[in-house]
């Protein structure tokens, strides 16, 4: 309920942002705040000091970039889902935006926060796997831009350095076939099992959330679909490289099961 | 003269609603003193260890805190437990802190006061416990078995009470009746979770010796009583309930942290305040349910019940908090359900655990048995192969107006069974549902269709006070009510019972209307405050409107006793003489020569021409203790859509038809009926408390405790119609607080089970989680549990047996 105590300091600019993560290796970012400030009332994250970056102003855009769409990592969830842009050409990334909790959490957590936190139970981050985004993050050296398979690194681990800002996520123009399948017990859940499948390149892209570590690619149901299998028969590769947890929300067991009926459905919806 | 329409029965808007919508409602934590310091509980890392030291400098030294006190330093005397329910019972004894033991994850150490609620909740961080850990146990049957550790070395078992019901006709049945169906059920523990978590502030006058508890209680009135040892006398300790939010039975106790407020109070001689944390409420504020059954139904081959056998395992945590092992000996009186068999049978064992102590959650005892006996119900229809609702009723009591006994032992106040089943068939559309679940079993849909029925009794309006004592429980079951005419109009009613969300204010303004015939906004309600309106037993079991609503009745007798010789004294007329009609006295033949309860109201309070021997002051107090339990009754219905491959169980339409007897505001019990089914609904699909195999709660926060929101609950279609008076008081009110909690849970479990029952799926357990779905359907079509595959929706090819 109360959280221990901890400074605070609000960045202006991202290069104050990098500057104040550098003074304090136990400093964490707080944007919109709604993975954080959970695990800091139960006193499970007990940061020494919060960088707010909520009110740096140019970090909330979504735009056509031409070959892209640049969505800036303040974003929150429900500009994600409104954005013209994004429903139009990418139109499983507004999607997935929306499912995520409920409105109040909608209107907070940002796309950025969402990314950053790493969670294989996140909604966005195995959407954007599926898509090959890339995302863009700046520290004490420069911005440079990480490819969402080489992003997610571990449970609650990325690849950005604890003194980078993650700024921007830029997703393909994918408005072909797609399918966003979240199984979840209550509304405001995460999912037990997530599945997004996105038409690319002739053949289908396929991110699975909570079923390991970090946000998944189901590279054999891929392979399979690729090979010419039929929905079916892809979906029966889909838990092929998982370790899904075992929780109260499902047992490992099942949701090697769940995730093939919901890849078989997403298949059967995104190539429909 | 014009005939006024009675208040009772309109859907008055609620008086409280506006404060509470707007942010005005003042709870226990909206309470703040001069001077006022804040007490944090240190909760142990354990759930089961012996204390060898406990260090306190490193919190004491830290800013602002006051004090750190464990139990040698306070030396209080043991919590109270009203309800040894058997001469044999072996009660654990319980303290506000543990001094020798800790026994389950929320058995407080010691306490921590500072000057702000950050302080001294960073302290109590720095509380140190050496313990030796000791094995743990959290499930019942474990427990309960021979070896397994203690909790309580004195008491020598864990099996720390045994009641048997006694039984009744002939027990043999259960061995030679054709049909016997026998099932073993799980209940697992609840959470109550009301949405205000307890808190409570103790201040005081120390010169006076006079002090308050202000908390967040269902039960101020008992709170008094049993806590006034602390400070001394009874005399001196005033308890307020103030707005209170929810409470579900949690709220129904008298708790540590409420003595150990009032005692640091006084030793400290300033305020002292303490919120819970949700986190703690999931360990320290009692939990729900955690019991197991074995049902044995004996019946003939018609399905027409011969004998009803319970025995049962309840989990009482590792203490009795107020009522414990009452709470499955409530239910014990209901396993008849609304059928009419020859043999009863029912027993229980209480078994202490390495977790938080349960009692009262909404239906106490009732649910449990509803579950039960509902759940058998299904397999007997099953097995003399027969449709579910033709088995309830062809089972069903015959009606009855006037008192009757029934086979558990009591007497029933009146019941009319079958047209409430009708009803809810009719509403359903049950014949038509039927056919659609047919066809969609032809078509092997992956979503099929499945039908609960439930007829259910329960036994409310606790209590009469004699039969209360017959159980051993310490307290009557009487309410009071006091009225006050005041001569601008207005009427004040004190009531004893205590709302913590059940609309008392509008629905007592409305009881208050019609007998005196005032405007119900012209009524206030007072309540919740033990130096307000003493006369009290407080809200909980369905019991403020059959209890304390009649005692505002036979108030009301009084004062319009009053009232009648002084308006045959104004009007010049002989007593006899005037009728009660309109909301006056009236001259009969000459009705336009009148008074009002507000005229006569002014006469007694100036008093300067009131008759020989009457008193001034139109008031009076009545207090009423009811000769009978009340026994509302109804049948419900769900349908639920399971997907067959994912296992999720969808809930497409809810009938709730229940009789609560006499309706004051169908509004509002509607609402209790939506909140009710709701929570039941939450207990069939959702909800769920778990430990891991070393007693730690796993389920500990509303992320891992499925408490479903609006979108989860569906629709529900209710009717209250019927409205069979009760027998027991005359208003011919029973009770509508707990009724859809009792009904609902084997409802929705029963629609789960025969959307799957082509499949030869007979069970499901409780909560119906989408994998314990799937798990029940792998075991059915390929008789392994665990075993994946099977994509393909369910085939007809893969039906078995079974009709409905």
Known sequence: MIPAPFDYARAGSVEEAVSLLGSDPDAKILAGGHSLLPAMRLRIARPSMLVDIGRIADLSYVRDDGERIA???????????????????????????????????????????????????????????????????????GTRTVAATDFFTSLFETALAPDEVLTEIRVP????????????????????????????????HVGLTNMGLTPLRAAGVEEAVGGGADPASAAARADEGTAPPDDAF??????????????????????? | MVAT??????????????????????????????????????????VHATIDAIETAEAAAMPGVVGVFTAADLELGALPFVWPITEDIKVPVRYPLTGDKIRFAGDAVAVVVAERREQAIDAA?????????????????????????????????????????????????????????????????????????????????????????????????????????????????????????????????????????????????????????????????????????????????????????????????????????????????????????????????????????????????????????????????????????????????????????????????????EPLLDKALELVGYEQLRKEQAARRDAGDVRQLGIGVTTYIEMCGLAPSNILGALRYAAGGWDGATIECL?????????????????????????????????????????????????????????????????????????????????????????????????????????????????????????????????????????????????????HVCVVEVDTETGAADIIQYIAVDDCGTVINPMIVEGQVHGGVAQGIAEALYEEAIYDEVGNLTTSSMSQYLIPSAVEIPHMTTDNSQETPSSTNPLGVKGIGEAGTIASPPTVINAVVDALSHLGVTEVGKPASPERVWRAIQEATTGSPGVSGGLGGATPAQQEGGTA
Not at chain 2, 304 to 319: H, N, P, Q, S, T
Not at chain 2, 339 to 365: I, L
Not at chain 2, 501 to 516: E, M, P, Y
Request: aromatic share 8%.
């Open chain 2, 125 to 417: 961080e720095l509380v140190s416990i050496t313990a030796t850990e000791l094995p743990a146990v959290t499930d019942i049957e474990k427990a309960a078995a021979d070896g397994a550790p203690l909790l309580h070395d004195e008491l020598g078992t864990n099996v720390t009470v045994h009641w048997v019901h006694g039984g009744a006709g002939d027990q043999s049945v259960f061995e030679t009746a054709p049909v016997i169906v026998t099932e073993r059920y799980v209940q697992p523990r609840l959470i109550p979770n009301a949405i205000e978590p307890r808190g409570c502030l103790a201040y005081g006058v120390p010169a006076m010796n006079e002090w308050t508890l202000v908390s967040a209680t269902q039960i101020p009135h008992i709170v008094k009583v049993t806590l006034s040892g602390v400070i001394g006398s009874e005399k001196n300790l005033r308890v307020i309930a103030p707005d209170v939010g929810g409470g579900f039975g949690s709220k129904l106790n008298v708790y540590a942290e409420e003595a150990l407020a009032l005692a640091l109070a006084k030793r400290l001689g300033r305020p002292v305040k303490w919120i819970e944390e949700r986190s703690e409420n999931y360990v320290a504020t009692t939990h729900g349910r955690g019991v197991l059954h074995d049902v044995t139904l004996a019946a003939d081959e018609q399905g027409k019940l011969i004998g009803m056998k319970f025995v049962e395992l309840a989990d009482m945590g590792a203490y009795y908090q107020l009522l414990t092992p009452g709470i499955p000996e409530l239910g014990g009186w209901v396993y008849m359900g609304p059928y009419d068999p020859q043999s009863y049978w029912y027993e229980f064992r209480g078994v202490v655990t390495n977790a938080t102590p349960t009692d009262a959650y909404r239906g106490a005892g009732r649910p449990e048995a509803t579950y039960v006996i509902e759940r058998a119900m299904d397999v007997l229809a099953r097995k003399v192969g027969k449709d579910p609702a033709e088995v309830r009723r062809i089972n069903l009591h015959a009606p009855f107006l006037e008192a009757t006994p029934f086979i558990c032992g009591l007497s029933v106040d009146s019941g009319n069974f």
């Open chain 2, 487 to 635: 001569p601008s109009g207005e009427v004040i009613l004190k009531t004893g019972t205590s709302p913590h969300g059940q609309g008392h204010d509008t629905a007592w303004s409305q009881i208050v209307a019609d007998g005196l015939g005032v405007d119900p906004d012209k009524v206030t309600v007072l309540h919740g405050d033990t130096q307000v309106s003493p006369l009290g037993m407080d809200t909980y079991g369905s019991r403020s409107v059959s209890v304390g609503g009649v005692a505002i009745l036979f108030a009301m007798e009084k004062i319009k006793e009053k009232a009648r010789t002084i308006a045959a004294h104004e009007l010049e007329v002989s007593e006899d003489d005037l009728a009660w009609a309109d909301g006056a006295y009236r001259v009969s033949g000459a009705p336009d020569k009148a008074r009002t309860i507000p005229e006569i109201a002014v006469s007694a309070w100036h008093a300067h021409a009131l008759p020989d021997g009457v008193e001034p002051h139109l008031n009076a107090t009545a207090v009423y203790d009811p000769k009978n339990f009340t026994w509302p009754a109804g049948a």
């Open chain 1, 71 to 141: 969505i800036g990592a303040l974003s929150r969830h429900h500009d994600v889902g409104n954005a013209e842009a994004l429903q139009e050409l990418c139109p499983i990334v507004a999607h997935a935006a929306g499912q995520i909790g409920d409105p109040q959490v909608r209107h907070m957590g940002t796309i950025g926060g969402s990314v950053a936190h790493g969670d294989p139970a996140g909604d966005l981050p195995s959407v954007l796997l599926a898509l090959d985004a890339e995302f863009v993050a700046q520290g004490p050296k």
């Open chain 1, 173 to 204: 123009k994918a408005n072909g076939g797609w399918s966003f399948m979240k199984f979840q017990r209550r509304a405001q859940d995460w999912a037990v099992v997530g599945v997004s499948a996105v038409r690319a390149n002739g053949g289908v």
């Open chain 1, 250 to 272: 499902g047992s490992a067991e099942y949701r090697r099961h769940l995730v093939k009926v919901l890849v078989r459905r997403a298949l059967e919806e995104a190539l429909a």
């Open chain 2, 5 to 46: 329409e009675p208040f009772v029965g309109r859907p008055v808007l609620r008086k409280e609603d506006p404060e509470l919508i707007t942010g005005e409602a003042q709870y226990v934590d909206n309470w703040t003193m001069p001077g006022m310091v804040w007490m944090a509980l240190v909760r142990p890392p354990y």
